[in-house]
């Protein structure tokens, strides 16, 4: 703990990430020192009145209740408490759904605290702070014409109501928290997209969101990552890692793993090379620690008599045998506790355990569960039995990693049965705490996955299964036809019965994917798991029916978001000859459905058939719609984009400011469309050559996206990265020189010191100043720059 505590205060001092990876066998003791470095920051680290309660699990909760705990339980909040550091765990081992579905579920964990993070950030928040950002300015005029006491002790919600908005930053986050599974089913998935508005209008993903979010209130609310397991963390929780431990911020990554494991996932190896000096490795073998940590500390194996102290904090009274059995045996502190509750009797004056009980485990974790399975009673065994026909993972192998279920679904289900289980399977029963664990209001799971595994292939009577498969998935059905029912739900009923395809007909299947990509659909990272969900669903739909039309939409615009144009353009072809024949050759739903065929053409490579059908289309549209319409100026988008690319830049930049004039006149002069457009004219001039013209655009870009999201947002700084090199290109490599400084400053300070799009500006640097002809400064840059990338990797 000394040398943790260390670790953290030298972080925020320093304002630099940290990461701790604790290594060694599962059970060995690593989340309980999560758990006591959550205690000592607790009781030395909080001002009073202290916001966060001071331990996350009590010594007296079963050992399973407390296997893999890493955050506090819900807990009332103190009244004028702030959180003076953010603490948030992941366990992987019970993330549930896809990678980004998973994201979204450990981000859920913080919904409770994002109020008072905003609330501290706000009272520690100097006043430039404070009233620096874009957002604000409305807020700081007020203070320059009231005075500045006016204001000093606003509190964020009537800060926020002044500017119309929160505190910039945490509204992102608080979209994050509302997207996806906790939110309602959106009509139609994926909205369409141009290509030609891709780099210029920024669209973060969620794993931007959680980065910026983490980063802004760090220097000023210290943020403790913890990620249990994290040898099974999936890509997108190692991009969220990679990206904060390369950022200057006061970030300490607590993780913890098996040994062997670690080193055998080459994502997780990448991302720890990438760490460099800030990550310490800590393993069971290592006797020892870098500093900061003391002489004595160590995860080296507990000695004898530390494994007696175990054994007498449950038994104060132990018979000699008993106790050098147990301890001879049981060197992993996980097992001797379960050993202990499954064997020894509280109220009994002295533990004493018969040594053929002992003789007839391995020592293993799996059997000490065996042991403890068979001692409970045979409804208790049942129910949890039952409970893992509503477990998507355990019906299909194709479900992934779906470990939990509707405990109300499956609760109503039984009920339906006149099946008296109810209780046991929702983790309401004291019995089964121990093997049942809620995740939140609606899903369980079990603690561990051996003990789901023990429940899954235990028997049960079959005609007992077969009816509770049968009254899931009629309340499976019921629940995704439900259009009120929460998204989340939705998409695990889906799951379910899509796991149970092969009692579905044709409809239903269809329908428990379209459930599933209510919450997909609005995910930025999940096209593979949607192209996965076509390939099952395609063959069955009925395009005569619009909401079979609207996923085949949706599946060609994955495929085509995927890079596979010529698939996207086999699917729209097979959509357009049925729209034509519902909805009329005219109509503006086959207007748009062979525009999309268009810029699909496009990205396959024939930019000139591309040309000739968005002419055919704008022709069409313009018989009947205004210039100004939304359609025909997202058709003049896509035909400017493919003259682009079918080499006639002039044809090209003279639609783009036939656009340009027509918003101008029709939107205001901070809309996104104007801005857009602007920034993709400016693109074409620059790649025409034309960098003097392109100049004042990109600097209007800048300038507009600085106001509306901040000037260090990753826009606006895009923008300023084009402004430099378009400077470049037409005044000079002299002039460029201080606007590539500057910016690298920035980027440096927001983005971190590895990231890319830093690289890329040191290397404009460079090449600036040798153009400008300090040849001796920029061979420098240039090798610094070379000796980064090798460390790297890249």
């Known amino acids: 703990m000394a040398g943790l505590l260390d670790l953290f205060d030298r972080a925020q001092a320093d304002r630099r990430p940290v990461w701790v990876s604790l290594e060694a066998p599962t059970g060995w003791g690593k989340t309980r020192i999560a758990r ?172 931007d969101e959680v980065e910026s979010f983490l980063t802004k209130i760090a220097p000023l609310v210290p943020v403790v990552l913890v990620v249990e397991d994290v040898h099974d963390a999936d890509e997108l929780l190692l991009d969220l890692l990679e990206r904060l431990i390369r950022r200057d911020a006061p970030v300490m990554i607590l993780t913890t793993g098996w040994p062997g494991f670690v080193d055998a996932d080459p994502g997780l190896v990448r991302v720890m090379q990438s760490a460099g000096e800030r990550l310490i490795r800590i393993d069971e073998e290592s006797t020892t620690l870098p500093h900061p940590f003391p002489p004595e500390a160590s995860l080296r194996a507990l000695d004898t008599a530390d494994l007696e102290s175990i054994v007498h904090a449950r038994h104060a009274q132990v018979g000699a045998a008993t106790r050098d059995a147990l301890v001879s045996t049981y060197r992993n502190p996980f097992a001797l506790e379960l050993v202990l509750e499954t064997y020894g009797d509280p109220d009994d004056d002295v533990l004493e355990i018969d040594p053929r009980d002992l003789e007839r485990l391995s020592g293993k974790v799996e059997d000490l569960y065996k042991t403890a399975w068979e001692r409970l009673s045979d409804p208790d065994r049942e129910a949890l039995t039952l409970a893992t026909l509503a477990i998507p993972a355990i019906v299909s192998a194709d479900a992934g990693a779906d470990r939990s279920w509707d405990r109300e679904m499956l609760a109503t289900a039984l009920a339906q049965l006149g099946d008296d289980h109810g209780d046991r399977v929702t983790g309401r029963s004291v019995i089964d705490r121990a093997w049942v664990r809620t995740v939140d209001e609606i899903f369980c799971q079990f ?208 639609v783009t400011e036939d656009i340009l004039a027509t918003q101008a006149n029709t939107l205001g002069s901070d809309s996104a469309d104007l801005i857009t457009t602007r920034g993709r004219l400016a693109s074409a001039l620059a790649d025409s050559g034309r960098a003097a013209e392109a100049l004042p655009l990109w600097e209007q870009v800048a300038t507009a996206l600085a106001a509306r999201s901040g000037r260090d947002s990753p826009d606006a700084l895009a923008a300023r990265s084009s402004v430099a090199r378009a400077t470049e290109d037409s005044i000079g490599a002299q002039a460029a020189i201080g606007l590539f400084t500057e910016q690298l400053a920035d980027e440096r300070r927001v983005l971190g010191p590895d990231d890319p799009r830093v690289l890329t500006t040191r290397e404009n640097l460079a090449r600036s100043t040798d153009d400008a002809g300090d040849h001796a400064k920029a061979a420098a840059l240039y090798q610094a720059l070379a000796d980064d990338k090798a460390r790297l990797q890249i």
């Open 36 to 207: 006591e470095f959550y205690s000592a920051l607790a009781q030395s680290r909080q001002t009073e009145p202290a916001y966060w309660p001071s331990a996350i699990a009590t010594d007296h909760a079963k050992v399973s209740e407390r296997r893999k705990a890493i955050n506090p339980p819900d807990f009332e909040h103190v009244p004028m408490s702030r959180p003076d550091y953010l603490w948030w765990g992941i366990a992987c081992g019970r993330r549930n759904g896809t990678a980004t579905e998973s994201l979204l579920q450990d981000v859920g964990v913080l919904r409770k605290h994002i109020d008072h993070l905003e609330n501290a950030w706000w009272y520690r928040a100097g006043f430039v702070e404070k009233f620096a950002y874009p957002a604000f300015l409305a807020l700081r005029a007020k203070v320059l014409e009231e005075g500045r006491t006016a204001v000093v002790d606003f509190g964020v919600t009537k800060a926020a109501e002044m500017v119309g908005g929160a505190l910039p930053g945490f509204s992102a986050m608080s979209w994050l928290i509302r997207k996806g599974v906790a939110g309602t089913r959106a009509a139609r998935a994926r909205s369409k997209n141009l290509r030609s508005a891709e780099g210029i209008v920024y669209r973060p993903s969620e794993v």
């Open 447 to 654: 603690h561990d996955v051996a003990q789901m595994k023990l429940a899954a292939n235990d028997f049960a009577k079959a005609p007992r299964r077969l009816q509770v498969r049968r009254a899931l998935i009629e309340q499976a059905k019921d629940l995704i036809a439900d259009r009120d029912a929460p998204a989340h739900r939705a998409a695990q009923a889906g799951r379910l019965l899509l796991a149970y395809r092969a009692e579905l007909d044709d409809r239903e299947s269809v329908d428990a994917s379209r459930a599933l990509l209510g919450v997909l659909g609005d995910l930025h990272q999940e096209n593979r798991a949607i192209e996965s969900l076509g390939d099952e669903a395609l063959p069955r739909l009925d395009l005569r029916d619009q909401r079979d039309r609207e996923l085949q939409w949706t599946f060609a615009q994955t495929q085509r978001q995927l890079g596979n144009p010529r698939r996207a353009i086999e699917l729209l072809d097979e959509l357009l000859s049925v729209e034509q024949d519902v909805y009329g050759p005219d109509a503006s739903e086959v207007l748009g459905t062979r525009r999309s065929i268009a810029s699909a053409m496009a990205l396959d490579g024939r930019p000139q058939a591309a040309v000739a059908m968005l002419e055919a289309v704008l022709a069409q549209q313009l018989t009947t719609r205004a210039e100004s319409d939304a359609d025909v100026l997202d058709t003049r988008a896509e035909l400017a984009l493919a003259l682009s690319e079918s080499d006639r830049p002039s044809d090209a930049i003279q």
